[in-house]
């Protein structure tokens, strides 16, 4: 078995050759529950893993002072965070180390996969650079500081290809207006699902006054299981597309394989079951954001009779 572990939220990701600890989430932003961390930790934790959900960001000042505490390294996932802010800072510029993805379901994209890692402590500069360069010393190479290179390290090929890269800085140049967009279409969402709120119908998203998003996704949040499975039904029959999201990693195979839980699953494993994402996309127009919540009030009036 490893002899390091890390703390992490139950829909975060399991990192290779360590033992992930999970804890439960705060119901209200599905991020980590930062009250949890500290009872999780033991003499072999290497660092804290948060995910800053649906472009939420986690409350990064409770656990940095947990992570100071206790020596720890603060890993933001924030996938889904790009130009998302807590306090005025920035996801991914807050802990040690932040990650991005250009997947093709994100709010910026390179045409498919593709990454970015910000590096806030420079220690580790040198050894992302190696790893990066399939395990060589190459950029020491085109500094000029060596005279030749060699490999070093373990590595992978993650360069991505130019045609890639010109995908994504288009969307780059433009990241403010697909921002505004998304905002615009979250905003309308909320505005017009609020009565179902008001009515303890459904539950809708929550956004901390320190914290900005960026509407990366919008969702609504079922009575249960069994109520999102008749809304998924009743929406894919009006040709809706509206799905689910992550299954809570620890109760995966490889959950359950590189992981435990530490405590009790109060949330993680409710709430995902009641979570049921609408479509929202860079593109999507007023009349179809209004279709799909008109057909959501339908199927409530409806169930309600």
Known sequence: MPSYTFVSTAN?????????VFVDICPDTMNIDETKIEKAIT???KAIVVV???????????????????????????????LSTY????????????????????????????????????????RAEILREKGTN???FFRGEIDKYTWVDVGSSYLMNDVSAAYLWGQLEKANDILQHRMKAWELYYRLLSPLKEK?????????????????????????LDERT????FLKHHGIY???????????????????????????TKESERLLRLPLFYGITQEEVEFIVKKVKEFYHCANQ
């Open 138 to 140: 190459r950029s020491k």
């Open 242 to 268: 509206a799905v689910f999201h992550y299954v809570p990693l620890h109760s995966s195979p490889a959950g359950i394989t590189f992981g435990r839980f530490h405590g009790e699953d109060i949330y993680t």
């Open 200 to 224: 303890n119908i459904i539950e809708l998203p929550h956004i901390p006054s320190e914290c900005t998003h960026n509407a990366h996704m919008f969702y609504i949040k079922t009575k249960d």
């Open 87 to 126: 306090k005025n800072k920035y996801a991914g510029t807050i802990g040690h180390l932040g990650t991005f993805s250009f997947h093709e379901s994100k709010n910026y994209t390179s045409a498919g996969e593709g990454g970015l890692l910000i590096i806030n402590d420079s220690s580790f500069i040198e």
């Open 43 to 45: 003499p072999r934790t």
């Open 52 to 82: 800053h959900y649906a472009g939420v960001v986690c409350n990064m000042d409770a656990i940095s002072r947990i992570a100071e505490k206790h020596n720890l390294y603060v890993i933001e996932d924030a996938a889904q965070a790009m």
């Open 230 to 233: 008749r809304l998924i039904d």
């Open 12 to 20: 975060a990701f399991v990192l290779r050759g360590a033992t992930v």
